[in-house]
């Protein structure tokens, strides 16, 4: 039985897989000596929400609060707290917490902790040995080895975003090693594409989308494009044969990748950051083998790495394409993002939870 003392939190958050999202009450810790106590003005709206919610991935832990895309302004801090100050803006991402002694927490690679990270939700929060809530609520309460500053001078309700969609295609373009002339294509321009396209294009890279239609054409173009191919065209495709040094493939659903490895140059590699499970059909390694390609994964990125694309973005003025939405519309939102039907984030006004 955990001893530390909490406090009642206004929430929205679902009982069941089937329960839609509705207020309730949770219990926040009280500030420890490393903690920072956030006042959430903002909060994104993530399909790993949706699906957390449904129970899609299994294992959600009920009741359920999500969200992990928070920007909100510290109004407490514990006694040994060096980082932040109460006013401070601050952002949360996916994480709250990990091991931070194995050796990808070492070297700031958090997200991929080998005893696991403490998600923002559905984790377990160790002070209080019970599931972690997320961003759908008043406040959090988090060690600020897992707070981010967030630079002032941006939109901070379309920074939200960053601190997932952002971090998530942010990731491999720094891994990747992405710069001034790298040609980079993403597939898919959803939440993750258009920042994908943005963060490509703001690191000095040719970027091309590919669409399987051309009604996505010049919102591509707007969002920084040069080029858009029409995957479903076997003669642009044809085209663009051997020319890709990186693909970020969004695609949150089963699809056929290889038309799109056969697009990469020598030693290009295709990156999988939208779609969980097993590929159909099956991966052709020939083309692989004969040009030394390559089809990974990726997941969020680390603190620093996170801390690394907000400073980024606040220099280069780079922020997410918002749709703000008040708390008790996230049910209609959730419909919303099944049919694809946001441009491209949805964002919580967190004012609205607390009227």
Avoid at 31 to 48: N, Q, R, Y
Avoid at 253 to 262: G, K, L, Q
């Amino acid at each position: 039985m955990s001893t530390t003392n909490t406090t009642n939190v206004k929430a929205f958050g679902v009982e069941s897989k089937v329960a839609d999202v509705k207020q309730m009450t949770i219990e926040r810790r009280n500030v420890l000596p490393k903690d920072v106590e956030i006042d959430i003005l903002f909060c994104g709206v993530c399909h790993s929400d949706l699906h957390t919610a449904r129970n899609d991935w299994g294992g959600t832990l009920y009741p359920a609060v999500p969200g992990h895309e928070i920007v909100g302004k510290v109004t407490a801090v514990g006694n040994e707290v060096s980082k932040f100050k109460v006013g401070d803006v601050v952002g949360v991402g996916c994480m709250v917490d990990s091991c931070r002694t194995c050796e990808s927490c070492k070297h700031d690679l958090e997200q991929y902790c080998l005893n696991g990270f403490t998600g923002t939700y559905n984790g377990k929060d160790k002070h209080l040995n019970r599931q972690t809530f997320g961003g759908y609520s008043e406040k959090v309460v988090v060690d600020e080895a897992f707070v981010l500053r967030v630079p002032e001078n941006l939109d901070l309700a379309a920074v939200s975003p960053l601190l997932c969609a952002g971090i998530t295609t942010w990731s491999p373009l720094r891994h990747w090693n992405v710069k001034e002339g790298s040609k980079v294509a993403v597939v898919g321009l959803g939440g993750l594409g258009h920042m994908a396209v943005k963060l490509a294009k703001g690191l000095g890279a040719s970027v091309t989308l590919f669409s399987r239609t051309p009604d996505k054409i010049q919102d591509a173009k707007d969002l920084g494009a040069d080029e858009v191919i029409i995957s479903t065209d076997d003669s642009q495709m044809k085209s663009v044969a051997g020319k890709f040094d990186l693909i970020i493939d969004t695609v949150p659903s089963i699809h056929d990748v290889n038309p799109y490895v056969a697009t990469l140059n020598i030693n290009g590699t295709l990156v999988l950051v939208g779609y969980l499970g097993p590929l159909d059909p099956m991966l052709n390694s020939v083309p692989m083998i004969m040009g030394r390609k390559s089809v990974a994964g990726s997941v969020i990125g680390g603190i620093a790495e996170t801390q690394e694309l907000l400073d980024f973005c606040g220099k280069h003025n780079i922020v997410s394409e918002i749709e703000m939405i008040n708390m008790q519309d996230i049910n209609g939102a959730y419909e919303r993002m099944l049919k694809s039907d946001v441009k491209y984030r949805f964002v919580i006004d967190m004012a609205s939870l607390k009227n």
